[in-house]
């Protein structure tokens, strides 16, 4: 065995001891039961994205390790029948709360509430035999609630893809050649709206396309996290407030990035414009007030639209 | 002009700026409409994050290493940027990435000048800091202004006023200078728990009204002379006593107390004189003050009232007095009738001042005691935390207002998915009415 990966033994040995003393019910685990998991998620989480970890971020990932929560998971996994008549008591309401959220009725609710106990407790056999619980996922990094907040909703999305592929109603075909429709009305809207030359329509779709696309590739050459926030603001339709919960930071902060951000796009696309389509500076600009006057008016349209 | 030129072109600057990020504003929202209809599922490696991922990542819980890395695969995968979103929106994720780069934990002084200056610090600590500042301000020029009338008084005292009040102090001042310290001291310490009464104006012995005197109860029998150098040395010392200090306070006065007392008692021996000719002073001083919460401080008060009473009603024998004994001084006797009447009315004068700023203590006294009662009633402890009502919001003890607060509506999925993983938040929002501030796992919930 390597030497570092000696240390990182002693760490995670160590790391188990502190974890058992500061939790309140430990359910008589030992040292040699607790070191693989934690193991686990110091692979996943450090080792994995920077095998040279120091020795401190290490100690202090362990020590941030839900202690109670990684026990009682742990318990249940070997058997423990207290463990988990404890964690039933413990998370009925949490399981049936996010089972509510991700359901568009009570019955969905409780059937997924159910399935949920069900994946838990490894009702599912594996192809090699053995019980397929969903509970050796747990690292101890997050709260258990929140864990079984994220199983409920991608029991929910699973369960909801499956459902959908089975039957594709008539309904979702119209919205799907709706969709289609509306597509092709974009690109003719200019024409049909403004009344322009065929000339001016062409060169104007071309425009917009160059448009799109320099922003496109502009959007994709963001850092990851800017790339976020515009995924979840534009994309996704989420509040600024809720963009911000996502990233961590507070809404004003997401705000002003967001403000940045597209200051950057801005300058990027008309980089790409001019270096890559062989446009002028002046063209860009011209093109960014015409398109988004163009935009408005569809959105005064659809608003007028919807009203009626 | 120079200016002028300098703040359009900054105005016309912003406007474009604006303007600018309108447009990319709006070729985004297109940009996002049309990937949303026909954007593909992307994963990183063809998976997707698994539980433990999402709400670790939900929850602020990664390294950041690996917390980067999930961003990269979550700007591309529509479907779990979709599952943490509704992670974080139903944990109510703190942002503790945010509040951890920006400011370090300030210590103790720092810590409490903040909480003073943060937005529910001012609004309840200025207007108190305020107001004591008031007081304090007016309680040195008042201080300043008696110091000053003082020692003009003295000034204008007659030289054989000055020896009779020399012989009327040997004869009790050392025998009784326990008994006096120790009313004093009584009176410091008593607490008044009623409303200030009007007193009658123009007693002369109303310094001690200062201190949060009431009802002047009514003259009592007489009782014999032989007291009459011990009441009238503890009224020497309580009237120098109260007369320095505008306060009722009760600690930390008694020694700086004593020192007024021998200073002002040197100053005034005039008083001396005439309370130790008052037999009736001592009468009125055992007569028991039935007045309720009242102790001490107020009989002695009203033992000084009815003793400058008295001494009106017997300034003429007073008067009279050293002219019998001067057999050759109808001079001197016309010289001190005018000296008598300019030291009542100067006596006067100061007791309504003296009453005024005892009124003024009494009311200050009366609403801080309100207050303390206010602040007593408001206060419950629900689940193990402690609360405090403040102008209609229930505030934990542990709440700390440099802190963020997730605000969380009663009835709101959120809420629900809250009281779910913690039960006892749901107890406390049911048996708290109205707008709650409770710290819970090290995060402030802002509950409405």
């Known amino acids: 065995m390597k030497p570092e990966n000696q240390q990182i033994e002693q760490l995670v040995n160590h790391g188990a001891g502190r974890l058992l003393a500061r939790a309140a019910d430990s359910r008589s685990l030992g040292v040699e039961t607790l070191a693989p998991r934690i193991m686990a998620a110091v692979q996943k989480y450090l080792l994995r994205d920077d095998p040279a970890t120091p020795t401190a971020e290490v100690t202090k990932f362990i020590d941030e390790m839900q202690a109670d929560d990684l026990c009682l998971i742990i318990a249940c996994e070997r058997g423990d029948e207290n463990a988990w008549h404890d964690l039933v008591e413990r998370f009925t309401a949490t399981v049936r709360s996010a089972a509510r959220s991700a359901s568009s009725n009570e019955d969905a609710a409780e059937d997924l509430a159910q399935s949920i106990w069900a994946e838990l407790y490894g009702l599912r056999v594996r192809d090699d035999g053995r019980p397929a619980s969903k509970l050796a996922y747990y690292s101890g990094r997050g709260s258990l609630a929140g864990w079984l907040r994220a199983v409920v909703a991608q029991l929910a999305v699973d369960t909801f893809r499956k459902q959908s592929k089975l039957v594709q109603t008539e309904e979702d075909a119209d919205l799907d050649r709706l969709a289609r429709d509306a597509q092709l009305t974009d690109a003719h809207s200019f024409a049909a709206t403004s009344g322009p030359t065929p000339e001016q329509s062409l060169s104007n779709r071309f425009a917009q396309t160059d448009l799109q696309a320099a922003l496109s590739k502009s959007v994709q050459q963001l850092a990851a996290e800017d790339r976020l926030l515009v995924k979840l603001y534009y994309f996704d339709n989420l509040r600024l407030r809720e963009a911000g919960a996502v990233l961590g930071v507070h809404e004003a902060t997401a705000s002003r990035r967001l403000t940045r951000i597209q200051a950057d796009l801005r300058k990027r696309v008309s980089e790409i414009l001019v270096d890559e389509r062989g446009w002028t500076h002046a063209e860009a600009e011209r093109s960014f007030a015409e398109v988004a006057q163009h935009l408005e008016t569809d959105l005064e349209s659809l608003v007028r639209e919807e009203s009626f | ?448």
């Open chain 2, 1 to 448: 002009m120079r200016n002028f030129t300098f703040f359009h072109w900054q105005r016309s600057f912003e406007m474009k700026r604006e303007t600018n990020n309108n447009e990319i504003d709006l070729l985004l929202r297109r940009l996002g409409r049309r990937e949303d209809a026909g954007a593909p599922e992307a994963s990183i490696d063809g998976e997707h994050l698994d539980a433990d991922e999402l709400s670790s990542y939900a929850l602020n819980a990664l390294p950041a290493a690996s917390r980067a890395r999930y961003t990269a695969h979550l700007a591309e995968c529509s479907v779990c940027r979709k599952l943490v979103t509704e992670l974080s929106i139903s944990l109510g994720a703190a942002t503790v990435a945010e509040q951890a780069k920006t400011a370090p934990v300030p210590g103790g002084l720092r810590k409490f000048l903040a909480s003073l200056f943060s937005p529910m610090g001012l609004r309840y600590v200025a207007p108190v800091l305020g107001a004591v500042l008031v007081m304090v301000v007016g309680f040195v020029v008042l201080r300043q202004q008696r110091r000053a009338e003082k020692s003009s008084l003295v000034a204008q005292l007659p030289e054989h006023r000055v020896n009779e009040s020399e012989t009327a102090r040997d004869s009790g001042a050392k025998a009784d200078a326990p008994n006096a310290a120790a009313n004093h001291d009584e009176t410091y310490h008593n607490t008044p728990g009623k409303p200030t009464e009007p007193k009658p104006s123009g007693t002369p012995g109303a310094e001690a009204t200062r201190t949060g005197a009431g009802a002047a109860p009514p003259p009592a029998a007489k009782e014999p002379a032989t007291d009459t150098p011990v009441v009238a040395q503890r009224q020497v010392q309580e009237l120098p006593v109260l007369q320095p200090s505008t306060t009722a306070k009760p600690t930390g006065g008694g020694d700086a107390q004593k020192k007024a007392d021998e200073t002002a008692a040197k100053k005034q021996p005039e008083t001396v004189t005439v309370e130790a000719r008052n037999s009736e002073v001592k009468d009125q001083a055992r007569e028991p003050v039935k007045t309720a919460g009242r102790t001490e401080k107020f009989e002695n008060a009203d033992r000084i009232t009815i003793a400058g009473a008295a001494d009106r009603k017997n300034e003429p024998a007073n008067k009279n007095k050293p002219t019998a004994a001067a057999p050759a001084a109808g001079v001197a006797s016309v010289v001190s009738r005018g000296d008598l009447a300019r030291r009542r009315a100067e006596k006067e004068r100061e007791a309504d001042r003296d009453k005024r700023a005892a009124n003024e203590e009494e009311s200050e006294e009366t609403k801080r005691l309100a207050k303390d009662e206010k602040v007593e009633t408001e206060t419950r402890t629900v689940a193990g935390r402690r609360f405090h009502k403040q102008r209609g919001v229930w505030v934990d003890t542990a709440y700390d207002s440099a802190k963020d607060a997730t605000t969380v509506h009663r009835n709101s999925e959120q809420f629900r998915g809250l009281v779910a993983d913690e039960p006892a938040i749901r107890t406390i929002a049911e048996q708290l009415d109205g707008e709650i501030l409770v710290v819970w796992k090290g995060r402030t919930y802002r509950i409405r």
